[in-house]
């Protein structure tokens, strides 16, 4: 969840770099529902992904601090895609510093393997 402010409090570079992130986080996603949208074979199914998706920041500490949550959730809360990606978007809009470049890891991993896996799909699905 983002915190409201107001929109001059914030410097340029870190709103260019907030926004640059959150464009990652749409094309990584992207590419991710695109793979398994040609992988699976109905609508129903391909919508499941969604579901996954949007799920993920509640598990998040988006909301609620990972280390408040009991054993096994905390430790699904610290190691996920999300946490790393809200947790730099809030260091780069509230003028923090950010801790390491995790979330940009996961994004590009996403990307490197997502829009090629993709495309050989499309290629396979079109072809025949």
């Given at each position: 969840m983002l915190p409201?402010?107001?929109s001059s409090a914030v410097a340029a570079t870190p709103t260019r770099e907030a926004t640059g992130l959150?464009?990652?986080?749409?094309l990584a996603m992207s590419a991710l529902a695109a793979v398994w949208g040609l992988l699976v074979k109905s609508t129903?199914?391909?919508g499941?992904?969604?579901?996954?998706?949007?799920?993920?920041?509640y598990v998040s500490d988006g909301i609620v601090p990972a280390e408040t949550r009991p054993g096994v959730l905390r430790d699904f809360a610290c190691n996920q895609p999300a946490t790393p990606i809200i947790e730099t978007l809030r260091a780069l809009l509230l003028d923090r510093p950010v801790g390491s470049s995790v979330a940009a890891a996961w994004?590009?991993?996403?990307?490197?393997?997502?829009?090629?896996?993709?495309?050989?799909?499309f290629?396979?699905?079109?072809?025949?």
């Open positions: 409201t402010y107001r959150v464009t990652g986080y749409v129903q199914a391909a499941a992904f969604s579901f996954a998706v949007l799920f993920l920041p994004l590009a991993g996403a990307v490197v393997v997502g829009v090629p896996v993709a495309a050989l799909l290629r396979r699905r079109t072809a025949s």
